[in-house]
């Protein structure tokens, strides 16, 4: 499915839509709801489909809290809409601590930047960002003529809408394709091929002629022949990938932090909030989960306790709302 981008503007703070200004939790308060929790499944819907990193974190977290809380942590993979179907359907669940809602930070606030979603992370009460991703890599093929995210870009200037490009409508990877197109004045053919693992087969296949994809979603086809990265689009590259090429050094607005994110539904008590971040933060500081990090993300981990989280996805709102005028 074809898709687009608006025509170029102004960034903009986002004043058009409401903002949250508190760092800190308004969860309400109950001195007793975390008496005696948790003493029975907790269940994680997923709001991206497995084989993807989305999905990777999430179900190494919930691994972790079973052995951590003593209980079962069962995962469920609610997909659709770039996770926005995941994030409707339980925003409003249960706020019993054993509902919680798995996603990434590029989901949460660019669903909601690009108007699929009239909500954003003060719709939930934020548990812990539990992790940095590898960073979304603009890839092709491995026999691609392109080296450079330079050169894709001059291509598609001298082939206007030949070179194909996969998306996911919504997210960072959508709102990656318009700052090109419209900062970098690329003129790609934008195809909406769903999520990173079925752009990543979409692109073995010869569906598109390039991508964004995790790092970590890549590796395997970039170290053995068969997909190249052009570039990073972190703000730096990955603490163990520290000479990969930055996209933002040809379009310095181009820097997207996707981080892993564990949301509770709104109205969620903070007590229950705060004592599932304390078993966060407990299961990510063992060597065995810094091993995971660094093989799978090649990040060092990056936890965030419960205020932090906030002013995290406050920060990262705010990013996506000046990339609106492009979208």
Excluded at 70 to 99: L, P
Aim: proline fraction near 6%.
């Amino acid at each position: 499915m074809a898709t687009g981008c608006a025509n170029p503007g102004t960034p903009s703070s986002g004043d058009d839509k409401s903002t949250t200004s508190a760092s800190t939790s308004n969860a309400p308060s109950d001195p007793n709801a975390a008496e005696g929790w948790p003493d029975k499944t907790i269940n994680i819907y997923m709001t991206h489909g497995a084989g993807g990193d989305t999905d990777y974190m999430g179900r190494q977290l919930a691994t972790a809290l079973e052995s951590e809380l003593g209980v079962s942590v069962v995962v469920t993979n609610v997909t659709g809409a770039n996770g926005a179907t995941c994030m409707q359907q339980y925003k409003d669940g249960e706020t019993d601590g054993y509902t919680f809602i798995a996603t990434n930070t590029a989901a949460l606030n660019g669903n909601e930047a690009t108007g699929m979603v009239d909500f954003g992370y003060d719709a939930f009460e934020p548990v812990a960002v539990y992790g940095m991703q590898s960073g979304e890599n603009i890839v092709v093929p491995a026999d691609s003529p392109y080296n450079t995210l330079e050169e894709l870009i001059e291509a598609t200037k001298a082939n206007p809408g030949q070179i194909k490009l996969g998306i996911s409508t919504g997210g960072g990877v959508y709102i990656l394709s318009c700052v090109l197109a419209n900062l970098g004045g690329a003129q790609f053919n934008i195809i909406d091929a769903g999520d990173g693992a079925t752009r990543l087969t979409a692109l073995l296949g010869g569906e598109i002629d390039a991508t964004s994809l995790p790092y970590s979603t890549a590796a395997d086809y970039i170290e053995n022949g068969q997909l190249k990265s052009l570039c990073t689009v972190l703000s730096k590259a990955p603490d163990l990938i520290p000479d990969q090429p930055a996209a933002s050094e040809l379009i310095p607005e181009l820097k997207l932090d996707t981080e892993y994110v564990l949301l509770a539904p709104k109205g969620t008590p903070a007590e229950i909030v705060e004592a599932m971040n304390a078993a966060i933060l407990d299961v990510t500081a063992t060597d065995d989960w810094k091993q995971m990090v660094n093989d799978y993300c090649f990040q060092n981990p990056f936890v965030l306790n419960v205020e932090e989280t906030l002013a995290n996805l406050k920060e990262q709102r705010d990013l996506f709302q000046s990339f609106v005028p492009f979208l």
